[in-house]
């Protein structure tokens, strides 16, 4: 596809105007000023005028089949919100079940601009299965919990799901934008043993991890008390954890000691402000991140605590919440956002041939209708992407060269099908869980 006399955001945060991009299968072939020849007849030339393309996001943390339990259990503190509604409402969820809402959170996903994300759930291999026919690249992982202390990990689900997955992968299952992480859920769901296995595994397989870090104070408090005054991000590094690339979600209670840690070991920190704070857990020093030079990420978290996918909506909660807390109007950029949003989330991902938009580079390219009431006049774009833009300006999704999404349809999902199946499975569920209440 040629995108011709476009806007668009090249790989150093510049706006440009009047451009045209060439993608060839699954890259980006061509960046001028000039029309590039067509390689066929049939090629389509794609009118840019009045549009913007930038790289796709990256969503970093995320439980995409919780997409399912939106709106359930409203107004508890994580650890009450969890025990007493999650874990029953999701041991009633099968294989299928996950499948069918994965789409769901797909259509989310890609509507707003994603080209790739990283999840922690269980029955991976349905999920992998929907994000893999839905068209978007996917870090997937199972999130180990752990509450026996002779664990070993033979029986334990999240473990053998995480090799199972990765089996499927090795043997072409899978399309390539399908990877396996090594998840462990968090320390408080996990004891020393079991974190020292999860990165022996991680590291013995080149496998990157996935975990929740420092989300809440009452974790903060209760990692010091169990582990002999340590942080959870203490913990984690003397399991060997921080050996392995790893992505901590949430990290809203590192301390500066913490942040050293994570530097040296070159770990990601995922902001996730929305379900911050949605589930009151607070807000995560971000601006000391940067300055710092941290590699941070973004992700929504899963829609049960959001309550949407929408990585438009968490940019934009991401710059305000920074500016607010630090009441400094310049604590980030529109840029520094947006590239916690787009090269740092690949990164994350362990994925180094996409993230910005660059010759060589695979071509996940969002693009955004500039006609639009809350995008005009259009002096600042990436300030208008970052402060005001909607998701519902996105007009086009193309991953790995592929349009998955344009103009409201999506080219791989069924969205009446998914609806119908997700409602249905719904009240099944519930029946099921009014049925143990008797
Ligand atoms: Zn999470």
């Known amino acids: 596809m040629i995108f011709a006399n476009i806007k668009l955001l090249d790989e150093n945060f510049k706006v440009l105007e009047n451009m045209f991009l060439q993608t060839r299968e699954d890259k980006i072939a061509y960046i001028g000023t000039t029309m590039p020849e067509k390689t066929s007849a049939d090629e389509e030339v794609y009118d840019g005028k009045g549009k913007f393309l930038m790289n796709g996001f990256y969503n970093t943390h995320c439980h995409v089949p919780m997409t399912i339990l939106r709106g359930y259990g409203e107004g508890l503190s994580l650890q009450d919100w969890l025990f007493t509604k999650i874990f029953p409402f999701e041991a009633k969820l099968t294989p299928e079940d996950v499948y069918w809402t994965t789409k769901l959170g797909a ?16 029955h991976i291999e349905s999920e992998a299965k929907a994000l893999d026919e839905s068209g978007i690249k996917a870090n997937i992982c199972n999130g180990v919990t752990s509450f026996d202390p002779n664990e070993d990990l033979a ?22 934008r399908i990877k396996v992480d090594m998840g462990l859920h968090a320390e408080y769901t996990n004891n020393e043993r079991v974190a020292k296995l999860i990165a022996e595994g991680a590291k013995n397989a080149d496998l990157g991890i996935h975990a929740h870090l420092s989300e809440t104070a009452k974790e903060q408090a209760e990692c010091a008390e169990r582990h002999n005054g340590q942080t959870p991000a203490q913990f984690m590094k003397a399991a060997g954890v921080m050996d392995c690339p790893a ?14 840690i994570l530097k040296k070991a070159g770990s990601f920190l995922i902001h996730n402000p929305s379900s911050n704070l949605k589930l009151g857990s607070g807000i995560a020093p971000v601006k000391r991140w940067v300055e710092k030079g941290l590699k941070v990420c ?66 996940d390219i969002i693009v955004f209708d500039l006609m639009k009431p809350n995008l005009q006049p259009d002096f600042d774009t990436l300030a208008n992407v970052v402060f005001s833009a909607q998701s519902s300006d996105i007009v086009m999704n193309m991953i790995d ?15 009446e099908e998914v609806y119908r199946e997700v409602n249905e499975r719904l009240s099944r569920i519930l029946k099921e869980l009014a049925a143990d209440q008797k």
């Open 107 to 122: 259509m989310e996903l890609i509507s707003s601009g994603c080209a790739g994300i990283s999840d922690m759930y269980f």
């Open 155 to 176: 029986g334990n689900r999240g473990w053998n799901e995480t090799w199972s997955l990765l089996d499927s992968v090795k043997n072409g299952k899978f399309s390539s």
């Open 247 to 260: 992505q901590f979600a949430h990290c809203v209670y590192v301390t500066e000691e913490d942040e050293e």
């Open 298 to 363: 973004i992700g929504t978290d899963g829609a049960s605590s959001n309550n949407n996918l929408d990585m438009m909506e968490e940019i934009h909660i991401a710059a305000l919440l920074c500016r607010g807390a630090t009441k400094d109007a310049n604590a980030v950029s529109a840029a520094d956002i947006v590239k916690m949003a787009t090269v740092n989330g690949a990164l994350a991902q362990g994925r180094k041939d996409c993230g910005a938009v660059k010759v060589g580079n695979k071509a």
């Open 401 to 415: 060269g592929r349009v998955v999404y344009r103009d409201g349809n999506f080219a791989f999902i069924n969205k």
